[in-house]
DNA sequence: GATACTTCAATGCG
DNA sequence: CCGCATTGAAGTAT
C-alpha cells in the first residue's frame, strides 16, 4: 500500500506550471439534468427513448456534444495499459443458452446452462446416480475425510487439483474416493445436491471434495486464503440474502456471518489452522477483514471474539503461553494514536463493556507479559468503525510488533488494568499508517501527495474522484468528457415494452409479487448493505418504469459511485484506479460509462481505436468461482451455482472520448473486479449496462483490475505478428499471467 | 471428550 | 445517530 508519503511527488504547487495543469481540466463533465419525477433515480441518464413514467421528461445531454466532442483535441496519450477491454473473468466460451426478449414470469428465468452438455463424459459416468438428486444421507454421516494419500512429490492431499485446492469440484462417485486420477479435469460443479443440512452439525464432515487440503489446512498460502475468503463471502452473503428474504432454511439466521463461519470451519474451509509466531502464510500486511471469523479461517487470530490469541509452548522449565495476535477496535481504552505504537489494554475484569474487577494476570495476560520477556514478534490487527457502513467493523492486519513495557494502572473505574506497549518492527510496508492518512486527506489537515484535481468528474458524481500523479511528470490524462454512464446515441431494439414492479417506495426482499424479483430468479440481488449477492447472466435492476423510489435497494449500480476513487499514475502502466475506502467483496465501484457502438474498427488507425473499448464479445477466461456453493447449504435451487454464462446480447462501449472512471481500470491476469451485465429496465437487452464488483475485500489504495480477456478474433487467427503486434505485452505481475493480453 | 467459561461481535431495536 | 440488550461460536480450560 503506498502511503503517500515517501514517494516521488510532483513539485509543490509554487513550482508548477499552472497553465499545464489547467490545460488538463478540460476533463470537462457533463451533469446529467435530473427528471422532475421523483421516480427516477439520481445520476441516471436515460436514453432517449419510452416508455417514459408519467411526468418524466427524457433529457437529451448529448445533443451537442458531438461538435464539443470533436473539438477535443485527440492529442491521445496512449495508456499503454488502458487497453481495451474488459472484463472480469467471465465466461463465455461455451454457448450458453440464455433466454432473450420478453422475460417469462416464472422465477428462475435465466438458468444456468444445462450440466449434462458441460460434463466431460468421463466424469458424467463417475456420478452417474449422483446428478439431479439428493446423495443420500446415510452415505454423507461417517464418511471420513478421503483417504489421504501420498503421492510422487510427497504432498499430501484429498484428491484435488494440483493447485492444492479444489475450486469446485464434483463430488465423485464412492467408489472413487480417494483417488484423484478421474478428477482432475473437472471445472465446475454442476447439479450435484450435498445433502448436508445447514445445521446438520459438527458430525456430518462428510463431503470433503470441496474444500482446502489439509495441508493447506495446516499451512496456506495466497492462494488458499483468497479462496478461503472467497468462499466464505459467498456463503454469507446468501445466508444473508435468505435471511433478508425470510426463507432461511433452518430457520432464523440472525448472525449470518457466524453461520457462514461455522459451516466453513466445519467442512474444512479454512487454513493456516496451525497456531504460530509471526507470518502468517497468504496474509499480507494491508488486508482488510469485516468479520472476526474471517481472521479465525485463514489463521491469522483465531479467537472469534477474545482480543488476545496465544499458544502454549515450552519455556525454560515448563510449558507457558505466548501471544501470538492482538485485536485492537475500540472495547478498551488502548491508546491507538501512533501508528507504530500501540498501547494495549488487558483482557477481563468487565462486565457488558465496564471495568467492574481487577484484571488478572492470567490468559491473554499472562501471554502478552510471557511475550515481553521472550521479546517474540506478535501481530497486531487494528479495527475500526467502517466510514462507508458505520454500523460496521473494518479490520486492518498491521504486521508484526514486539512488546517493549507493560504496567498495570488504574482505570476510570478505578480498576487495574493491564497495559502493555506494543511497537510495530521496523521495515514493514505501511498499513494502518496509510489508513490514518487518508483520514487526514479527508478531514483536509493535509492535502493529498502529487494530487491534481480534487475532482476530475467537476461535479459529475455524487463523490469527488480526485486525479493524482506521485511518480512521474505527467500532469493527467488525455482530454475526454467525463460522463456518469452508458450512451445509447443510435438506435437500439425495442421489442416491446414491458413494466416494472409495482412497488411502493422500495422493493423488498422476499416479496414475490414484485416483478423484478421475479426476473431475477426469486432472489433479491443485492444484500441490505448493496453487496450483491451472486454473479449472474443478467442482474435486474429496476428502471424508470418502476414507481419505487430511487432508494430502493435494487438501483445499485444506478445510484452511481459511493466510495471515494482516485485516478492515480502508476509507475509503468499509465493511469489506474483506486480507492480511499476500503472495499467488500461484491461491492459495486462503478459502471462502464462510455458511448455504445457498434463494432470495434480493425486496422486504420490502430491502437487508437481500441483503446478504451468494452466489448463483451471478447473471449474471457471463465476460471472465477465467485458464487456461493451449494451444497454447502441444503438448497434445492441451482440458479447461482453456475457461472458459465454468456452475455445476453453483445454490447461494445467506446470510453475513448466520453466515459467515466471506468476507463481508468487497467487489466490483469489476477484481477480484483469482475463484471456483470445489469438491465435497467424492463424493456430490451439493448439497455444492458456493465457494472463492476469487488471479487474480494480491497484494502485502500489497492488498485483495482479485471481481466480485459482477448479479442475474439485472435482466438482463431493464426497468431500473424500482425496479431502479436495488436496485443499488449501485460504487466499485471501475477503469478498466473498469461504474458499479454488484448 | 463433554462441558463450562471467557471474550476488544454483530445486529436490531428503541 | 447512539446506547442497550440479545444472541453467539471458537478456543481454552476443567
Redesign the pocket.
Known sequence: MEGGSGHTSVPPSSSFDKSRVLDVKPLRSLVPLMPTSTQAPPFVCSPPFGPFPPGFTPFYPFCNLQGSQSSAEPHKQANPTRATNQDGGFPFSHPTQTPVGPIPAPIRSFRAPQPATAVPPHFSGASNGDTGSSIDTSREVGTPLPTQSVNAGGSVGLAMKEDGFIKSQKRAAPHLRGSNSSQKKMKKSQDVTFSLSVDGGKGSVGNSLMGVNSVHRDDGNREVVDYVLISFDALRRRLSQLEDSKESPAGII??A???A??IS??KGFRTNMR?RIGVVPGVEIGDIFF???EM?LVGLH???????DY??VRGDLEEE?VALSI??????D?DAEDSDVLI??G??G?K?DKQVADQKLE?GNLALERSLRRANEVRVIR?MKDAVN????VYVYDGLYTIKESWMEKGKSGCNIFKYKLVRLPGQPVAFAAWKSIQKWKEGFTSRVGLILPDLTSGAESVPVSLVNDVDDEKGPAYFTYFPTLKYSKSFKLTQPSFGCNCHNACLPGDLNCSCIQKNGGDFPYTANRILVSRKPLIHECGPTCPCFPNCKNRVSQTGLKVHLEVFRTKDRGWGLRSWDPIRAGTFICEYAGEVIDKVKQGGDEGENDEYIFDTTRVYDNSLKWNYEPGLLDEERYADSDEDFKVPSPLIISAKNVGNVARFMNHSCSPNVFWQPVLYEHNNESFLHIAFYAIKHIPPMTEFTYDYGIAQSEKFEAQSSDTLNRKKKCLCGSSKCRGYFG
Open positions: 440472525r448472525r456471518d457466524l453461520k463461519g461455522n470451519m466445519s497456531k468479520f472476526r471469523m479465525c483465531s479467537q472469534s471474539m477474545a482480543g488476545i499458544m502454549n503461553p485485536v485492537s477496535s475500540g472495547g478498551y488502548d494495549y489494554s483482557q477481563g468487565t457488558k490468559r479495527g458505520p454500523a460496521a467493523k
